[in-house]
């Protein structure tokens, strides 16, 4: 999944100190390497963080950095005038301020007591500190040390901005880049240097060095675009004009002359992509590759070794498994339905590493940004903790080069008398939410005259956060279309517009969640992109060119694909494709992909026809519901609450039915006390329970299997010890006692009815001296057909190549580095080509003609496929021999099965429509009792009106209005979210169809034939049935497992656990007074170990129940306060 983090760059921020002191900071965020922070306090100094952690005054960075002096760091802000000294110029300086330090500078000769050598030293003494005011003994003094100038405040005073660096320098307690060098080691290392070169490179490799520090493209392009610079993009370092114009932002950040950075900016948060995050983990698997072969190059100093002796590519391959095994963002796609597809890969997070936690994320990261118009979708989020923090990708946002999310808009164009909007689709532009910053954007259904003039003379525009009404002179762009601000889910809901927000995001949440029927059917109601998304979920056949069909059956498509002569040619490929259709093959979320064709032979197809339906589609088209007439009224209190009330039709013919399959697995392993094995010969078994097992244990295809029946068999031995090799030796002669194996055999569980669909078996390849010497055999006749087989492809090409090239001469064939393997003016022979290498050979330029040279350097390509694919062949086929099936290590044998279950809908089963209108089906009603229309029509479901209003999802009563239309009329309708039908246009069609205005209807009382008191609203709306079904919650337990501490049972479904029988529900028996029935439940039903096993017996013999004993979590609440150091004893 892709990962939405905040961008490499710099950041200006802003936070209040608890005395009310507004404080300021800068923060350069890079790809790799350390952070550094600028910040100010409440005495107005400015600091620099290194890390978060190592604080420094930010003009001993500078000096460090290599502005050495006082002199130095006030001329990079122009803070200060320089004065020469000398008698002339003293009388004008009495009064005025220093604005540098005057410093007594002199040379010492020091002899080291160790080596007797002697050292020079470079001594400073302060004479006068900074902001002293010059007075004529002052003067005396600078003239006396020898000084050649000094450095005073300007006298025009605009260096007040600047005040904070004048403080910054008066906590500076270094003089010299050698003293700042040697502050900054010690704040990072707390040691002194071993030299000041070892201290210079430290801090040169935290912001300077290429191996450490990196800003990356995008961060270089943020720093520059943010302070004005014009630093080549290849400069993926800080430079020293980066610092200084940091800190001249904030500087005029603190005088309020520039604002701080909205971080939820989608300017400042870019996008991670999956191959981005792919090849960060590269680099570090191939920096790990790196220093490995170092170390290895170190300890074979003199040896002689190849290659293959130093590089270990488990390196890499562990790095890569553990990132898709652990990482947060790696995650087991949702195959519910194409939909769940779609959106899944579509999804955009801000967790995971290198991003938020759902603890610390607060309010403002989950808001909807105005920067998310048209790129993030503000409907579609989870519900719950990672709300806001989970985001969908907008119908037609895309990722640029840097990870920007950009938005199309089409141009207006102001050339001519009057604005024109440019509606060719060509010249859409693609906009990040920085470049659309200030440009006025009008509204993507805003009427328009054919050739792009605006109709009206005011247009609803937006500008930033801001929705101004301008003239169409005033407008920039214009959105492509009004569905651009919504993810493909929030974009299939019709109505939308009619919909509370909340509503919105639980419908389109919930369309993921629905269940591909048997028969799947397109809505009526539609929004349009129904086809569209079909296509994009990839989930379906589509045609791959213009052909024709030359076969279609239940399982197989073949196509001849129209090729012309030359590709023909160039093609070692049959122009006729096959394409297996899939049946009953099991998703992710156990739900069947079962396609079937809805093409014919003979028909003509071109490219991106969808050839099958099936898996939620039908005719090319989403369908993930059916289309049901629906009845807003109660029921006798049936539909209270959401409930729902259904038809027993539904159920009868399967109107609302879906098939799951579950797959089950059984591994076989070399256990210390033997071999496990898979079979039907199961001790203390019953022949009836293995009757449907084969020779391998594995129950047959087309079987009925039923609880607790065995799917696979499997016996692993046991014993108290483990055999000494001398018992191994005497068991592999005589073979193992029947009673030294126990049964471990893979049983249905509770919950499970189905039909088995497949098995498989896979095994490892156990080999013997004659196996082995058979296997090398068969891989030497492989290894010859290949070879065969290969020099015949080659000889092909090459006859081929000749042909094509027969009436020209090389312009000078070279290879990949550059050496000519062909010489210029040569002309092309069989035997001359029969010598090339072709895949190190460059395919460019072989002839003076163009078209030639496309020609054969695509034959050379379908070659070069062609012989990679005959390779992989070779590989699978030897692997199959040499290993057999690829297992984990320790398994020898895994056994598979699939269970086939087909569910119809029922009672405690979840429904919804597309507006966030769910419910759980309460009542399955017999036809004739159903309430039903003037013409003797039952309706199939019955929905609560009170369900409307307080949730303001209006739109599903449009939908049902239209619905009704479009049934009655056998008419479907696309109406696109924020440009659909309107009211007026609803009436029309129910007009049109002959029904009563917004489908109110007069219904009679199944039961009694009576018509109701008032009209209700009957029409025809999209339902879908939700994953959540009661079959797979329904749970009850008798016995079962104990927990090993408390003894008391386990909980959930999963478990076979019992009913958590918690503190309020003992306050509730308390309250009945029901004390034998609570002595009971909190013992011999629970952990009173004794007295239900007691209790077992008595209910056997039909004795009377025993006296309950002592709970066992007593007891464990006593060894823990013994443990503690309490002496507790029951008397």
């Known amino acids: 999944m892709s990962q939405l983090h905040r961008s490499p760059g710099v950041f200006f921020g802003s936070s209040v100190h608890a005395n009310g002191t507004q404080l300021y900071s800068a923060r350069i965020i890079p790809f790799k390497g350390s952070w550094i922070e600028f910040a100010t306090d409440i005495n107005s100094v400015m600091y620099a963080y290194i890390d978060r952690k190592k604080k420094l005054p930010v003009t001993t960075l500078l000096r460090a950095i290599g502005y050495e002096t006082d002199k130095d760091i006030l001329q990079i802000f122009d803070l200060a005038e320089e004065v020469e000294v000398n008698p002339k110029n003293m009388k004008a300086l009495v009064g005025r301020k220093l604005a540098a330090r005057v410093l007594n500078s002199w040379v010492e000769d020091f002899s080291d007591e160790d080596t007797g050598e002697v050292v020079t030293i470079e001594r400073n003494e302060v004479v006068l500190d900074r902001e002293t ?114 800190i001249k932002y904030l500087v005029e950040l603190i005088n309020s002359k ?73 995650q087991f796609m949702d195959q519910t339905n194409p939909l769940a597809e779609v959106t899944h890969k579509r999804r955009l997070s801000a967790l995971g590493p290198g991003g938020l936690s759902r603890e610390r994320a607060g309010f403002e990261v989950r808001d909807v940004h105005y920067t998310h118009y048209g790129r993030l979708c503000p409907i579609e989020s989870p519900e719950g903790p990672n709300i806001g923090l989970i985001s969908s990708l907008c119908v037609y946002a895309k990722i640029n080069d840097l990870g920007f999310i950009e938005t199309p808009y089409r141009k207006v164009e102001h050339d001519g008398a009057k604005p024109l909007v440019n509606l060719n689709n060509n010249e ?32 609803k525009c937006r500008q930033d956060a801001d929705y101004p009404v301008v003239p169409p002179t005033d407008v920039d762009l214009i ?92 093609s070692f490929e049959s122009a006729t494709k096959e394409y297996r259709i899939p049946k009953f093959r099991r998703t992710n979320q156990n739900m069947t992909i079962d396609l079937r064709p809805i093409c014919e032979k003979g028909q003509r197809v071109k490219k991106g026809d969808i050839l099958t339906e099936g898996y939620a589609t039908e005719d090319g088209e989403l369908a993930l519901g059916r289309n049901l007439l629906v009845a807003y009224m109660p029921w006798k209190g049936y539909n209270y609450e959401d409930a729902i009330v259904l038809n027993e039709r539904m159920v009868r013919e399967d109107v609302l039915t879906s098939v799951h399959v579950d797959e089950f697995s059984l591994e076989v392993r070399e256990t210390k006390r033997g071999m496990e094995e898979l079979t039907n010969d199961i001790p203390n078994v019953s022949e009836d329970a293995t009757k449907d097992l084969d020779e391998n244990g594995i129950i047959r295809v087309g079987a009925r299997v039923a609880p607790g029946d065995i799917l696979i068999g499997k016996i692993t031995p046991k014993g108290e010890s483990d055999p000494t090799p001398e018992e191994k030796l005497l068991r592999a002669i005589f073979g193992d006692k029947a009673g030294d194996v126990k049964d471990a055999s893979l049983k249905a569980n509770p919950s499970l009815a189905g039909v088995i669909i497949k098995k498989k078996l896979f095994s490892k390849a156990i080999k013997s001296r004659a196996t082995k010497a058979a296997d090398k055999i068969t891989l030497e006749k492989l290894d010859n057909q290949f070879s065969a087989d290969a020099a015949e492809l080659k000889s092909l090409m090459i006859d081929k190549l000749v042909a094509l090239a027969k009436n020209y001469t090389s312009l000078g064939v070279k290879d990949n580095i550059g050496t000519e393997v062909i010489a210029e003016g040569a002309k092309f022979t069989k035997s001359l080509l029969a010598t090339l290498d072709f895949t190190s050979v460059q395919l460019s330029n072989w002839t003076e003609d163009a078209h030639t040279n496309d020609l054969i350097r695509t034959l050379v390509i379908n070659y070069l496929k062609k012989h990679n694919i005959m390779d992989a062949v070779l590989k699978r086929k030897k692997f199959a021999i040499t290993i057999g099936d690829e297992l984990p290590s320790g398994i020898i044998q895994m056994a598979k ?152 049972p386990l909980g959930g479904k999963a478990q076979f656990g019992g009913q958590r029988f918690g503190e309020m529900e003992v306050w509730a028996i308390e309250a009945f007074g029901a004390s034998h029935v609570l002595q009971e439940i909190l013992t011999i039903k629970s952990d009173d170990v004794v007295g239900r096993s007691k209790a077992y017996e008595a209910i056997v013999k039909g004795d009377p129940m025993p006296t309950p004993g002592i709970p066992e979590s007593l007891n464990v609440l006593l060894h823990e306060l013994r443990g503690l150091g309490l002496s507790i004893t029951l008397d």
Not at 211 to 232: A, H, M, P, W
Not at 431 to 451: M, V, Y
């Open 258 to 330: 520039a604002s701080v950075d909205d971080i939820d900016h989608l300017s400042n948060r870019r996008v991670r992509t999956v191959g981005e995050q792919l090849s960060n983990q590269f680099a570090i698997g191939l920096a790990r590759m790196s220093r490995t072969i170092r170390e290895r190059m170190n300890v074979r100093d003199n040896e002689v070794f190849t290659p293959t002796d130093l590089i270990n590519a488990k390196t890499i391959s562990s790095v890569i498994n553990s990132f898709f095994g652990t990482n947060a963002l790696s």
């Open 428 to 459: 859409v532009v693609y906009l990040s939410a920085e470049e659309e910053e200030g440009k006025i954007i009008g509204q993507g259904n805003a009427p328009l005259n054919d050739d792009g003039s605006f109709i009206r003379e005011k247009v």
């Open 897 to 1048: 099965v699939y269970v086939a279950k087909k569910r119809k809908i029922g009672v405690g089963d979840k429904m919804a429509g597309r507006h966030g209108n769910k419910g759980i089906v309460s009542k399955i009603v017999r036809q004739e009792d159903m309430p039903f229309l003037a013409d003797g029509t039952p309706v199939d479901i019955v929905l609560n009106p009170l369900g409307v209003p307080s949730r303001m999802n209006i739109g599903q009563v449009f939908e049902a209005v239209l619905g009704a239309a479009g049934k009655k009329l056998g008419v479907k309708f696309a109406t696109p979210i924020f440009d659909g039908a309107k009211m007026e246009d609803l009436c029309e069609w129910t007009d049109k169809a002959g029904l009563p205005r917004y489908c109110s209807t007069q219904l009679y009382d199944g039961g009694t034939g009576e018509a109701f008191d008032q009209k209700a609203t009957v029409g025809v709306t999209y339902m879908l049935k939700l994953g959540h079904m009661v079959e797979d919650k329904m749970h009850a337990r008798s016995i079962g497992p104990y927990s090993l501490i408390t003894q008391q």
């Open 133 to 246: 005011v010059l007075t004529e003994e002052h003067l005396d003094t600078i003239v006396d040390c020898g000084v050649q100038s000094i450095l005073v405040h300007k006298e025009e005073g605009s260096s007040t901005d600047y005040s904070i660096i004048f403080n910054t320098l008066q906590k500076d307690s270094s003089n010299s880049e050698k003293e700042a060098v040697l502050y900054i080691y010690r704040q990072l290392r707390n040691a002194d240097p071993a030299d000041d070169a070892s201290a210079r490179e430290v801090i040169n490799n935290l912001f300077f060095s290429e191996k450490r520090y990196d800003l990356g493209e995008v961060g270089r392009y943020r720093i520059n675009k943010k302070l004005g610079l014009s630093t080549d993009m290849d400069v993926r370092v800080l430079t020293r004009e980066d610092i200084i114009e940091i």
């Open 479 to 570: 959105d492509v279309a009004p569905q651009q601000i919504a993810s493909i889910a929030a974009s299939l809901i019709p109505f939308l517009e009619h919909d509370d927000a909340h509503r919105a995001l639980m419908g389109s949440n919930m369309m993921r969640q629905a269940v591909p029927l048997i028969r799947s059917e397109a809505p009526i109601v539609g929004t349009g992109i129904e086809k569209q998304v079909c296509e994009d979920s990839r989930t379906m056949i589509t045609a791959e060119g213009e052909g024709i069909i030359d076969f279609v059956d239940a399982s197989v498509i073949r196509i001849t694909y129209d090729r012309t002569e030359e590709e023909d040619f160039v």
